[in-house]
């Protein structure tokens, strides 16, 4: 199972570029995450980039309108996907004017990091920590407490 982390435009503060080499280094170990930026612009064109770019995967949009998970939901979907041999799981976050509805209808979860509306280069950091979470909880590595 690989992780394709999508997002729009690259990491310019530099808490999310510590935060984002941080978690990347750390999930090496566990297998295949690759983050991918597309160019940012209008949430026109950077959903057809996003869409484009995850191709033949299962789609998670992070969106603020989404469902909210705790850890042990994505550890248990992380298990369900594994068990049914899904390859690739594209997590997609959009330029700051968010997602458009095209791009909502064609994923397979809206997923939403908080009640609060997130700056994007902060919710790439969180949802990688939580993937690095979940990685740790699956291999029984004491990260997660």
């Given at each position: 199972?690989?992780?394709?982390?999508?997002?729009?435009?690259?990491?310019?503060?530099?808490?999310?570029?510590?935060?984002?080499?941080?978690?990347?280094?750390?999930?090496?170990?566990?297998?295949?995450?690759?983050?991918?930026?597309?160019?940012?612009?209008?949430?026109?064109?950077?959903?057809?980039?996003?869409?484009?770019?995850?191709?033949?995967?299962?789609?998670?949009?992070?969106?603020?309108?989404?469902?909210?998970?705790?850890?042990?939901?994505?550890?248990?979907?992380?298990?369900?996907?594994?068990?049914?041999?899904?390859?690739?799981?594209?997590f997609l976050i959009g330029a700051s004017d968010g997602h458009t509805e095209e791009l909502r209808s064609r994923c397979n979860h809206i997923l939403s990091l908080s009640k609060f509306t997130l700056q994007h280069e902060?919710?790439?950091?969180?949802?990688?920590?939580?993937?690095?979470?979940?990685?740790?909880?699956?291999?029984?590595?004491?990260?997660?407490?």
């Amino acid at each position: 199972m690989q992780f394709l982390i999508l997002a729009a435009g690259k990491p310019s503060l530099g808490y999310a570029k510590e935060g984002v080499e941080l978690y990347l280094n750390r999930l090496r170990p566990f297998g295949k995450t690759e983050l991918k930026l597309v160019r940012d612009g209008s949430s026109q064109d950077v959903s057809k980039r996003l869409l484009a770019a995850s191709e033949g995967c299962l789609r998670i949009a992070m969106d603020e309108r989404g469902e909210l998970w705790t850890t042990r939901k994505l550890v248990d979907l992380a298990k369900d996907w594994q068990m049914h041999s899904v390859r690739r799981i594209a997590f997609l976050i959009g330029a700051s004017d968010g997602h458009t509805e095209e791009l909502r209808s064609r994923c397979n979860h809206i997923l939403s990091l908080s009640k609060f509306t997130l700056q994007h280069e902060l919710a790439l950091v969180v949802l990688l920590e939580q993937l690095y979470r979940c990685h740790t909880i699956l291999a029984g590595t004491p990260y997660h407490r």
